[in-house]
């Protein structure tokens, strides 16, 4: 693998970290700035929004823009934000803060899988975004975990100024390792959006909203689940959750791995499994090793489709493959949103703290069908396609009708 691949994965670390340390960070945030913890919580729901409308937003804005200045360019506006955010005077300056970090999220993966993927060989494509994806599982085991303890015991401040350093390690990283690449000639926005048309893109993308939504259900309701149900003290959730992250990373390195050598079994493989793991955790939550077990094996199996969902997109938006590939990570944070949502609902209408679980079962079970769905249909073009290709090879049309007899 090339030694880029280090530089966009030191980028994604520190994205990965932003992302998610603000939930460890929360109390200290709304005590700091004297508001309630759900006002605090617009700091995670406005970093999602901003990944979901930044990832079109930003990859349509650097479309004219080598991919490698591009990437340089994100990571700036990312060190912009949180430089911002570790700053901010009131509790408005922070929600700016982060929202301008979230600006860069979706279109540094996008086209930094587009990048990764490009220094490879065709067969290793996967296996190369993984590579970068595992700076973002990482963050879940090692920055999270650290940047809430640095949080707690320096200020959450420090905290976002790291985060921040990290930044700009990662854009002299680009500077330094990413090879210059040309702007791709005769790639137009309306090549672009031409890749929405293709139903198998779209296939995908429904995929990564429910796949990855059915993790988020579970995960984000984890603290009172544990806590709760299956009666971990608060102060090993942190521990629970680098088990979650670990997962994270394992799961990362063999989605790639098996995506390159058979993509779509892979996701049959991981989402159906996924969703049975997810309705297990309903009884399993209601013991510790059970729970941790779980825990760690829905980390695995959630970051599993990541590759090889993301490799679909490329594949199948391959004449523009930018903007989809951008979009698609937005996918994952809307995922997160829809499924938070959801599992908010099911608590609140009595059903237990457990009750997310089955809500995670069925996204991702529905993120099966879809798959299932996606793999006939390719099927289907494909032998419609030899079938073609055999008429062309053989000269031979379809044979005529008999003609109708003459009568004398």
């Given at each position: 693998?090339?030694?880029?691949?280090?530089?966009?994965?030191?980028?994604?670390?520190?994205?990965?970290?932003?992302?998610?340390?603000i939930m460890g960070l929360l109390p200290e945030v709304a005590a700091g700035y004297g508001v309630s913890i759900p006002t605090a919580g617009l700091l995670v729901t406005g970093y999602a929004l901003g990944v979901v409308l930044g990832a079109p937003l930003m990859t349509v804005l650097g479309t004219r823009v080598?991919?490698?200045?591009?990437?340089?360019?994100?990571?700036g506006l990312f060190v912009i934000g949180n430089v911002l955010s570790a700053l901010a005077p009131v509790f408005g300056v922070m929600l700016a803060g982060r929202v301008v970090a979230s600006l860069a999220h979706g279109a540094f993966f996008g086209?930094?899988?587009?990048?990764?993927?490009?220094?490879?060989?065709?067969?290793?494509?996967?296996?190369?975004?993984?590579?970068?994806?595992?700076?973002?599982?990482?963050?879940?085991?090692?920055?999270?975990?650290?940047?809430?303890?640095?949080?707690?015991?320096?200020?959450?401040?420090?905290?976002?100024?790291?985060?921040?350093?990290?930044?700009?390690?990662g854009l002299l990283g680009i500077a330094r390792l990413v090879p210059d690449l040309p702007r791709p000639e005769g790639v137009r926005i309306r090549h672009e959006l031409a890749a929405f048309r293709n139903v198998q893109v779209l296939l995908a993308m429904a995929m990564t909203v429910l796949g990855?939504?059915?993790?988020?259900?579970?995960?984000?309701?984890?603290?009172?689940?544990l806590t709760n149900v299956a009666g971990f003290a608060d102060t090993s959730i942190t521990?629970?959750?680098?088990?979650?992250?670990?997962?994270?990373?394992?799961?990362?390195?063999?989605?790639?791995?098996?995506?390159?050598?058979?993509?779509?079994?892979?996701?049959?493989?991981?989402?159906?499994?996924?969703a049975v793991v997810l309705a297990l955790f309903t009884l399993t939550?209601?013991?510790?090793?059970?729970?941790?077990?779980?825990?760690?094996?829905?980390?695995?199996l959630g970051f599993a489709t990541?590759?090889?969902?993301?490799?679909?997109?490329?594949?199948?938006?391959?004449?523009?493959?930018?903007?989809?590939s951008a979009v698609n990570i937005g996918a994952f944070n809307l995922g997160n949103a829809l499924a938070a949502w959801l599992g908010g609902i099911v608590i609140s209408a009595g059903l237990g703290w457990t009750a997310p679980n089955w809500v995670g079962a069925a996204l991702a079970a529905s993120a099966l069908v879809l798959a299932v769905v996606s793999g006939a249909l390719e099927r289907r073009t494909g032998h419609?396609?030899?079938?073609?290709?055999?008429?062309?090879?053989?000269?031979?049309?379809?044979?005529?009708?008999?003609?109708?007899p003459v009568s004398s």
């Open positions: 693998m090339p030694l880029a691949l280090l530089a966009l994965a030191i980028g994604a670390f520190g994205i990965g970290t932003t992302e998610f340390v080598p991919r490698k200045r591009m990437l340089m360019l994100l990571m086209i930094g899988s587009v990048v990764a993927a490009g220094l490879v060989a065709p067969e290793k494509k996967a296996g190369a975004i993984a590579m970068m994806f595992t700076g973002l599982t990482v963050a879940n085991v090692v920055g999270v975990p650290l940047g809430t303890l640095v949080g707690q015991h320096l200020g959450w401040r420090v905290t976002f100024l790291i985060v921040a350093a990290l930044g700009v390690i990855f939504g059915g993790v988020f259900a579970a995960i984000t309701y984890i603290t009172p689940m521990w629970l959750l680098v088990l979650f992250g670990l997962g994270m990373v394992a799961g990362n390195l063999v989605g790639g791995r098996f995506a390159d050598r058979s993509l779509m079994p892979m996701l049959y493989v991981s989402l159906g499994a996924l939550a209601h013991d510790k090793i059970g729970a941790a077990v779980t825990v760690t094996l829905i980390g695995a990541v590759p090889p969902l993301q490799k679909r997109v490329l594949d199948q938006a391959a004449g523009a493959p930018t903007l989809a419609r396609a030899a079938a073609a290709g055999r008429v062309i090879a053989t000269g031979t049309p379809a044979p005529a009708p008999a003609a109708a």
